[in-house]
């Protein structure tokens, strides 16, 4: 990795969620399967006139009538399942159970193998937090006891890129965004949203991709990995 002259080491490292922490693509599709199953089982009607794929392409038309839903998937996956219940007379009131069984099979992640040792490897050195656009919830996936403080858009009511939600996430922490590095994997909403809001940003790259050099953002480093991302931290600020 290029290197610059040794700083102090951050006050803060900051972290993406899903496909940064843990792959998230293979959790949603199986999460959609468990609920559509509990659909079958608990909302018949429902599970007879829809599929996962109608249901998801019910989702999108709805976002496209409705874009402020794209802040809070979850929100935007509970709009569609009642429109989806009022369209076959089915008990609105059974909705809410579907969404929490939904949300535990969404939280059923797991953490890369380097994540766990990385974020013990951090801990003691700097304050640790997370900002994410998506539902992930800390405490469920039990991983809430590595984090000082976390911010998500759902809640919070504005997403990656805006540097508001970058500026939330240091004020929970007590730091300036010059005192903080920020990780994650996406270049748009993670790097270059960091960069802009005044933070340093790392670009975890598990996939060896060269997108960047496309999209003409420029990380402070790239990792590849917990273990790359601590081996610069050490080089960078000793």
Same mark, same amino acid.
Request: hydrophobic share 50%; with cysteine; net charge negative.
């Given at each position: 990795m290029t290197t610059t002259p040794r700083r102090p080491w951050p006050r803060a490292v900051l972290f993406d969620l899903d496909d940064t922490l843990?792959?998230?693509?293979?959790?949603?599709? @199986?999460? =959609? %399967?468990?609920?559509?199953?509990?659909?079958?089982?608990?909302?018949?009607?429902?599970? =007879?006139?829809? !599929?996962? /794929?109608?249901?998801? %392409?019910?989702?999108?038309?709805?976002?496209? @009538?409705?874009? =402020?839903? %794209?802040?809070?998937?979850?929100?935007l996956r509970r709009v569609g399942l009642e429109a989806a219940f009022e369209q076959v007379g089915e008990d609105l009131s059974k909705v809410e159970l579907a969404m929490t069984e939904f949300f535990a099979a969404r939280n059923a992640v797991?953490?890369?193998?380097?994540?766990?040792?990385? #974020?013990?490897g951090?801990?003691?050195?700097?304050?640790?937090?997370?900002? !994410?656009?998506?539902?992930? /919830? #800390? @405490? !469920?996936?039990?991983? &809430?006891?590595?984090?000082?403080?976390?911010?998500?858009?759902?809640?919070?009511?504005?997403?990656?890129?805006?540097?508001?939600?970058?500026?939330?996430?240091?004020?929970?922490?007590?730091? &300036?965004?010059? =005192? &903080?590095?920020?990780?994650?994997?996406d270049l748009i909403l993670d790097v270059q949203g960091a960069q802009r809001a005044g933070l340093r940003a790392v670009w975890m790259n598990r996939t060896a991709s060269r997108r960047h050099l496309e999209e003409g953002v420029q990380p402070d480093a790239i990792a590849a990995n917990f273990d790359e991302l601590l081996a610069w931290l050490r080089q960078e600020h000793g």
């Open positions: 843990w792959p998230i693509a293979p959790v949603i599709l @199986q999460a =959609e %399967q468990i609920l559509f199953a509990w659909l079958a089982a608990n909302a018949p009607r429902v599970a =007879e006139r829809f !599929t996962i /794929d109608s249901l998801r %392409q019910a989702r999108l038309e709805l976002l496209a @009538q409705r874009p =402020e839903l %794209q802040l809070d998937l979850g929100a797991v953490p890369y193998d380097d994540v766990l040792p990385g #974020l013990s951090l801990k003691g050195r700097v304050l640790i937090g997370s900002i !994410t656009n998506g539902n992930a /919830d #800390l @405490q !469920t996936i039990g991983l &809430a006891h590595h984090f000082d403080a976390s911010v998500a858009a759902p809640r919070f009511g504005r997403a990656k890129p805006d540097p508001a939600i970058f500026h939330a996430g240091c004020a929970a922490l007590g730091v &300036a965004p010059h =005192e &903080a590095v920020y990780v994650g994997d």
